[in-house]
């Protein structure tokens, strides 16, 4: 059975703590997802201020504990920085560049015991268990516990005390390499022109796996795109990749055949920037559709395979049997060995091959972690014939991934997570098919609505969390960035908080070494606020939707009905009030293009084509309305046909071929905006 981990539980205690000290203030409110599981962000127009709740900085993904130590520090002048050698170059190399953003005009790097610069700060990064740094920590109050204590921190923890004063210092201690790298995550954003808050922070992951697996169909991201998405997963703490993209050839029809000089020359790069950025670069090769489990030569095949690129510096690696056939068998040899092909045989086939491959490969392999895989049966937790031979016969180090409660579930809750424990005999790796739009159900549309109905506390039953994403690299860094979050601290987790921060990020707020111009990256966020309502949308495999379209612009709507229906001078005043929200989706795709990045921008470019013109449909189909309450129906049918052009110009807009999977034409705010439109003439 799954263990249980005492960071599942530290934050909801720290988060009641807090808001007993608050009560006295009357600040305490309750911020999180709801305990059922249900999509706290449904509730429109809700903005989130940028800062902390508790006035402090905000920090993505949010940390396990942070208070005050009173005034912020200055950044200026010369500062010196103290490595310990646990920290690797581009840890050290991130601090130079973030203090160098944050004022100083020269940044002194040495090791501990040389002698002391003239510096207006000093700055300490490195091992949390140094003295030096493990006094400073002492005295900020944090809760850490002693080194010989049995609540060890997990790895990847770190602690950051800042504070002023007559001997202003900064101090960061990693429990290990990554942990200090994630110090310096946080660092920039505790940073701003000129200073740094004066806060403590105690900080620690509640899943051990965090990350995104390149798992759907269609077109694989570029090598471009994914040396950009480990550079970002880094930023936000996600520690896990898994290549797996179903349309590589090499990875699943062609797994037998050597991967080309060039492809395994982008892997030893993929690698590399992992490794720079402390994410786990994992390997999957799909062999499921043809393998002869009993066949030596495919034995040799799928370890020549996985030697390939263990030659270039991957050490963990995953062989999944998802989406296949378990009805019959791809060669004679195993119906002798295994018996009439059937899921139980199947469960016992595989679980064979995965056993070997623990024992003659990952443990003759150096630096190799456990292996992984995705079982044929990947979803729900049905104690079936496959499942419970797989799960008798499989070793227990290998990790087993799980979809939750069907391949899209509408919602995963702690029990659902728990109960998957039980059915595989271990934590599983949670495979969240969300904001992946690689099935019918998904055509034309862009999957840009929070991380929600996800139960805070199911990490506790969980070895890890990973995101299948979308076709659109750039654009799926909106359901990633809040899924870091949540698998960071899912007790603390606020979907719109982190939805609304997401867009931040996208406008060059969030993340950024040293100052960001948070004034005029204003009107970018509320655009893309704007845009990811219209693009909300979440479907199960039927269509049935389990994030409503557009909820932001549907409550405008319902407002404005309402308002119109009560006749005389009140429609002029529904009109003016829809207005304004009207503009703002008109003139959303023009900030997107100008404030967002290019990446960005290419991967939605179709979408905001769309926008452009059901924007101007609905300021168009309003000033019909505005005309029919003044008593002039001519130019109102006139604007209503205006309206109707615009809006056939909308629906005729189609998805990129060959970057998108399915195609079609696109959809947004499908059943809200479109049926206003239509339906105005009759109002």
């Given at each position: 059975?799954?263990?249980?981990?005492?960071?599942?539980?530290?934050?909801?205690?720290?988060?009641?703590?807090?808001?007993?000290?608050?009560?006295?203030?009357?600040?305490?409110?309750?911020?999180?997802?709801?305990?059922?599981?249900?999509?706290?962000a449904d509730t429109v127009r809700r903005k989130p201020d940028s800062s902390h709740r508790d006035g402090l900085p905000e920090v993505f993904p949010r940390p396990s504990q942070m208070h005050s130590e009173g005034e912020d520090v200055t950044v200026e002048g010369t500062v010196s920085l103290v490595v310990d050698p646990m920290v690797d170059p581009q840890t050290r190399d991130l601090a130079v560049r973030v203090l160098r953003g944050a004022g100083a005009e020269q940044v002194v790097v040495r090791e501990p015991g040389n002698p002391?610069?003239?510096?207006?700060?000093?700055?300490?990064?490195?091992?949390?268990?140094?003295?030096?740094?493990?006094?400073?920590?002492?005295?900020?109050?944090?809760?850490?516990?002693?080194?010989?204590?049995?609540?060890?921190?997990?790895?990847?923890s770190y602690a950051i005390t800042v504070h002023s004063g007559q001997d202003p210092a900064v101090v960061l201690g990693g429990v290990d390499a990554a942990g200090a790298y994630y110090a310096v995550q946080t660092l920039r954003q505790i940073t701003s022109s000129g200073r740094i808050a004066g806060v403590s922070i105690l900080d620690e992951p509640e899943v051990p796996t965090r990350g995104v697996i390149e798992g759907f169909y269609g077109s694989p991201w570029t090598h471009a795109e994914r040396m950009d998405q480990l550079e970002f997963y880094g930023s936000v703490?996600?520690?896990?990749?898994?290549?797996?993209?179903?349309?590589?050839?090499?990875?699943?029809?062609?797994?037998?055949?050597?991967?080309?000089?060039?492809?395994?020359?982008?892997?030893?790069?993929?690698?590399?920037?992992?490794?720079?950025?402390?994410?786990?670069?994992?390997?999957?090769?799909?062999?499921?559709?043809?393998?002869?489990?009993?066949?030596?030569?495919?034995w040799r095949a799928l370890v020549g395979k996985l030697q390939a690129v263990y030659d270039v510096g991957v050490r963990h690696f995953s062989v999944p049997f998802d989406d296949i056939s378990y009805t019959e068998w791809n060669c004679a040899a195993d119906r002798e060995e295994y018996g009439?092909?059937?899921?139980?045989?199947?469960?016992?086939?595989?679980?064979?091959?995965?056993?070997?491959?623990?024992?003659?490969?990952?443990?003759?392999?150096?630096?190799?972690?456990?292996?992984?895989?995705?079982?044929?049966?990947y979803s729900d937790t049905e104690a079936t014939p496959y499942k419970t031979a797989l799960r008798?016969?499989?070793d227990s180090s290998v990790r087993v991934m799980w979809t939750g409660d069907g391949v899209i579930p509408e919602r995963i809750t702690v029990d659902d997570a728990a109960a998957a424990a039980r059915v595989w005999d271990r934590d599983p790796v949670l495979w969240d098919n969300y904001p992946v739009n690689d099935f019918d159900a998904t055509e034309g549309l862009l999957m840009l609505g929070p991380y929600a109905r996800r139960q805070p506390g199911m990490t506790e039953h969980l070895e890890g969390l990973v995101v299948n994403p979308m076709n659109q690299a750039a654009a799926s860094k909106v359901v990633e960035f809040s899924a870091a979050d949540f698998a960071w601290n899912s007790s603390d987790f606020d979907p719109?908080?982190?939805?609304?921060?997401?867009?931040?990020?996208?406008?060059?707020?969030?993340?950024?070494?040293?100052?960001?111009?948070?004034?005029?990256?204003?009107?970018?966020?509320?655009?893309?606020?704007?845009?990811?309502?219209?693009?909300?949308?979440?479907?199960?495999?039927?269509?049935?939707?389990?994030?409503?379209p557009a909820p932001e612009l549907r409550e405008r709507l319902d407002e404005f009905r309402d308002t119109w229906e009560a006749g005389g001078q009140s429609r002029q005043r529904a009109v003016a009030e829809l207005r304004g929200y009207a503009r703002a989706v008109a003139d959303a795709p023009e900030h997107i293009r100008e404030g967002t990045a290019e990446d960005f921008v290419a991967d939605v470019r179709p979408w905001l084509r769309?926008?452009?013109?059901?924007?101007?449909?609905?300021?168009?189909?309003?000033?019909?309305?505005?005309?029919?309450?003044?008593?002039?129906?001519?130019?109102?049918?006139?604007r209503f046909r205006q309206a109707a052009d615009l809006a056939d110009r909308a629906e005729s807009v189609h998805t990129v071929a060959g970057q998108t999977r399915p195609q079609g034409p696109v959809r947004l705010a499908e059943g809200v905006l479109d049926e206003f439109v239509r339906q105005a003439p009759e109002m």
């Open positions: 059975m799954g263990r249980v981990r005492r960071t599942a539980r530290r934050p909801v205690v720290l988060v009641s703590l807090l808001c007993v000290l608050a009560l006295f203030a009357g600040a305490c409110t309750d911020e999180r997802a709801t305990s059922d599981g249900q999509d706290s002391v610069d003239e510096a207006t700060l000093k700055i300490r990064l490195g091992n949390r268990w140094a003295p030096m740094i493990r006094k400073e920590l002492q005295h900020s109050g944090l809760d850490f516990p002693d080194r010989d204590s049995d609540e060890d921190l997990e790895a990847e703490k996600f520690n896990s990749y898994v290549y797996a993209p179903k349309s590589d050839p090499y990875h699943r029809e062609k797994w037998r055949d050597p991967y080309p000089s060039a492809q395994i020359d982008q892997l030893r790069e993929l690698v590399r920037q992992a490794a720079a950025h402390h994410v786990r670069f994992t390997f999957a090769l799909s062999p499921g559709q043809s393998i002869c489990f009993s066949d030596p030569t495919d009439a092909a059937s899921p139980r045989a199947a469960g016992r086939a595989q679980a064979d091959l995965l056993n070997r491959l623990k024992r003659d490969f990952v443990d003759t392999h150096n630096g190799v972690g456990p292996l992984q895989t995705v079982p044929t049966e008798r016969n499989l719109q908080r982190a939805w609304r921060a997401a867009a931040e990020y996208l406008a060059g707020e969030r993340l950024s070494e040293g100052n960001a111009d948070t004034e005029s990256s204003g009107e970018t966020v509320d655009a893309l606020m704007v845009f990811f309502d219209l693009n909300h949308m979440a479907p199960l495999p039927d269509g049935t939707p389990w994030l409503a769309a926008t452009d013109a059901w924007g101007e449909a609905l300021l168009t189909t309003l000033d019909g309305l505005s005309a029919r309450a003044a008593g002039n129906e001519d130019t109102a049918t006139e």
